[in-house]
């Protein structure tokens, strides 16, 4: 059995009021991995109060919603899934809680919680909330089994990733057994507005592609006005220059209402999470998130994407 796993279970049955957070700007696994384990904590244990709260993405909605929230946690449990560093937390209280568990697949960087639980080999949190509850014998409800089975499916790329492991296949496979429909969630996650339609033939006509396989593009504000897009709906094309056989690795650099550019970075091989982290991020080692601040660092992190290629 898995000792922390127990720890984790011990915890939960200690307290009466849990609340589960994640990070900000959520994708699939963020809510799937939350919002699943909600879904679980309240099958098993209906005498509890068991919330999920957060900013209501609305691209997301059609997996989850956030629960109201009074924001009392001075005797509550917390639990952050997904969340590799604390400021990515979604939330102003957490710092108040009376326990805090981290729950997470990103590397370890940023060691936080009361106490945690990261395997950075894990393909997404959703697998790790599954194989918690499958290891502690706790039932998985439908309603959870279809979050989780999206959280797997959204960070896997329909499990195509090089994390998609024998074990995430597996876990996945005992979601697939409850009862809900995995043919319409799929086709849902597949799905977008003509606008994102529009904006992928944007990336494919302006990308940027080097000699040795790095490429990048800029998505402005200006651009996104022009085509009445959210930077939330610009997570549907990161993965695009990817389908391109001699690109390597990428970023998509999108400009923020303040003027600094979020940046994207995904790779087929090479590690680029190192060059992340000298921008104000992180992650995986083949996908990871950091910040501009000045067009001359745009033009240093496009450099260090060339370069450590060579």
Known sequence: MNNSFSKILDKIRDYDKIVILRHQNPDPDALGSQCGLREILRYNFPDKTVLATGYNEPSLQYLATMDEFDENVAEALIIVCDTANRPRIDSRFWREADFLIKIDHHPNDDVYGDLYYVDDKASSVSEIITEFAVTMNLEIPSSAARLLYGGIVGDTGRFLYPSTSPKTLALAAKLAEKDFDRSELGQTMNSFDMK???????????????????????????LLREMNLKDSETSSIVSLPGNIRNIKLWAIFVEQPDG??????????????EIAKRHDGGGHVLASGANAYSFEELEEIWQELQDVLR
Not at 200 to 207: A, D, K, R, V
Request: net charge positive.
């Open 196 to 222: 994102v339609a529009r904006l992928q033939g944007y990336i494919y006509e302006n990308l940027v592609i080097s000699a040795n396989g790095a490429a990048c593009v800029t998505i402005t504000q200006d």
């Open 260 to 273: 600094h550019y979020r940046v994207r970075m995904r790779s087929k091989f090479t590690p680029i999470n």
